[in-house]
């Protein structure tokens, strides 16, 4: 299987701010790569898919970058409504995997 | 607009079986393969298989390839996974989530997810 490294596990900042999280795969998967905000009580939303490219409704503040094996989740100028969780996930090969997820936090 | 509506939690004794629903709305049933996931309390995300609701075909990761059983009511737009045989390591949210290519059989990224059911397994 495809083991999904994401990092940080744990991300604290300010709204406003920017931040970033890194999702590396242990084999190329090409730009074959999504990421998902997790709230409490909310399903499971998805915001980018094919490395880059915004699902529709997501906030342009959310940009996606990376192909091969080295990936980025970005979000500039935070907004309350962002703290969550968030993971990545491959859909390269069977079976998808995810990320162990990073959890945005208020600082 | 699509949604995807799950059965209440469960609580199941080790040994027994659940079976989760999950039902569609919102587009074509048959159009889209269901995808399961499993999530652990506190902890990532597993795929579990998927259903193609058109033909009844099915793939399965191996880890729960001899447990879950993954079905379909055409007639209702629900899909169904049955897992048997649970452990306390099964106690976990259950998901279904729709693949966000068009009948696809490939894997994919999952453009809508349902609440989750919360199975908890405890004698």
């Known amino acids: 299987d495809v083991q999904m490294t994401q990092s940080p596990s744990y991300l604290a900042a300010s709204p406003g701010e920017s931040v970033s999280i890194s999702c590396k795969a242990s084999k190329s998967i090409s730009n074959n790569l999504a990421w998902y905000q997790e709230k409490p009580g909310k399903a499971h939303k998805l915001l980018i898919h094919?490395?880059?490219t915004l699902q529709s409704k997501t906030p342009s503040r959310f940009s996606g970058s990376g192909s091969g094996t080295d990936f980025t989740l970005t979000i500039s100028s935070l907004e309350f409504e962002d703290f969550a969780v968030y993971y990545c996930?491959?859909?390269?090969?069977?079976?998808?995997?995810f990320g162990a997820g990073t959890k945005l936090e208020l600082k | 607009q699509v949604n995807l509506l799950q059965s209440g939690a469960a609580l199941v004794k080790p040994g027994a079986s659940v079976k989760v629903s999950c039902k569609v709305s919102?587009?074509?049933?048959?159009?889209?393969?269901i995808h399961w996931i499993k999530q652990g309390h506190g902890k990532s995300l597993e795929w579990i298989g998927n259903?193609?609701?058109?033909?009844?075909?099915?793939n399965y990761n191996e880890k729960f390839e001899n447990r879950a059983a993954l079905t379909v009511d055409k007639s209702t737009n629900t899909a169904f996974m049955d897992l048997s045989r649970l452990t306390s390591e099964d106690s976990a949210t259950y998901y279904c989530?729709?693949?966000?290519?068009?009948?696809?059989?490939?894997?994919?990224?999952?453009?809508?997810w349902g609440h989750g059911v919360m199975v908890t397994v405890s004698s």
């Open positions: 259903i193609n609701p058109y033909s009844d075909y099915t």
């Open positions: 989530t729709r693949c966000g290519y068009y009948f696809s059989r490939f894997p994919c990224y999952f453009d809508y």
């Open positions: 094919s490395g880059s």
């Open positions: 996930q491959q859909y390269d090969e069977y079976p998808p995997t």
């Open positions: 919102g587009y074509t049933f048959t159009d889209y393969y």
